[in-house]
C-alpha cells in the first residue's frame, strides 16, 4: 500500500494509517463512514521520537511504512500515549526490529501494555510535569490524563 505519511510542521511527520475498511467503532455507537485513522507521529530532531502506533491489524504495513521515513535503528525513543492495540497494536512488530528502544509512558500505561502483549519492553515510567529532551533546546512535557478519548 501506498505510504500515506505526510509533513506537519518541519520535523514533525504524521505516520500513521487510515483505515477505510472500518465502518462501526466501539460497536454501533459510531460510526465512521468516511474511515478513521490511526495516529502516529514521528518527531526528527537531535534525537527521534516516535509517538504511538497503529491498530495491530495493520503492525506489520506501519513498520514497512515507517522504515521508509527513517532507518528504524535511528528512533531514540517511543512515547505510547494510549495502550490500547488501536493505538499500541504497532510495537510488538516495532520492537522486533529495534528491541532496545526504550518506552516512555505512565505506570497505569505500563501495566496496560504489559496486559496486551505480556511483553517486559525496555520501559521508561513518566508522570506529570516529566520532560524528555529532543535536541535543539526542545523538550516534550508529559501530562497524564486517564481514560482521555474525545
Given at each position: 500500500e501506498k505510504n500515506l505519511s505526510f509533513k506537519i510542521k518541519n520535523n514533525i511527520y504524521w505516520v500513521g494509517k487510515k483505515d477505510w475498511e472500518l465502518d462501526k467503532f466501539h460497536g454501533d455507537e459510531y460510526s465512521t463512514d468516511h474511515a478513521t485513522t490511526y495516529n502516529s507521529y514521528l518527531i526528527k530532531e537531535e534525537k527521534n521520537v516516535l509517538i504511538d502506533t497503529v491498530w495491530m491489524k495493520y503492525s506489520k504495513e506501519f513498520v514497512k511504512n515507517l522504515s521508509k521515513e527513517i532507518?528504524?535503528?535511528?528512533?531514540?525513543?517511543?512515547?505510547?500515549?494510549?495502550?490500547?492495540?488501536?493505538?499500541?497494536?504497532?510495537?510488538?512488530?516495532?520492537?522486533?526490529?529495534?528491541?532496545?528502544?526504550?518506552?516512555?509512558?505512565?505506570?497505569?500505561?505500563?501495566?496496560?501494555?504489559?496486559?496486551?502483549?505480556?511483553?517486559?519492553?525496555?520501559?521508561?515510567?513518566?508522570?506529570?510535569?516529566?520532560?524528555?529532551?529532543?535536541?535543539?533546546?526542545?523538550?516534550?512535557?508529559?501530562?497524564?490524563?486517564?481514560?482521555?478519548?474525545?
Amino acid at each position: 500500500e501506498k505510504n500515506l505519511s505526510f509533513k506537519i510542521k518541519n520535523n514533525i511527520y504524521w505516520v500513521g494509517k487510515k483505515d477505510w475498511e472500518l465502518d462501526k467503532f466501539h460497536g454501533d455507537e459510531y460510526s465512521t463512514d468516511h474511515a478513521t485513522t490511526y495516529n502516529s507521529y514521528l518527531i526528527k530532531e537531535e534525537k527521534n521520537v516516535l509517538i504511538d502506533t497503529v491498530w495491530m491489524k495493520y503492525s506489520k504495513e506501519f513498520v514497512k511504512n515507517l522504515s521508509k521515513e527513517i532507518d528504524l535503528d535511528e528512533i531514540d525513543y517511543i512515547i505510547a500515549n494510549h495502550a490500547e492495540i488501536d493505538h499500541s497494536g504497532g510495537l510488538p512488530e516495532l520492537i522486533k526490529k529495534i528491541p532496545d528502544t526504550p518506552i516512555y509512558c505512565t505506570k497505569m500505561g505500563v501495566n496496560s501494555i504489559k496486559g496486551h502483549y505480556h511483553e517486559d519492553w525496555d520501559f521508561h515510567v513518566v508522570k506529570t510535569g516529566d520532560t524528555l529532551s529532543v535536541g535543539n533546546g526542545k523538550d516534550l512535557i508529559f501530562v497524564e490524563m486517564n481514560m482521555l478519548h474525545w
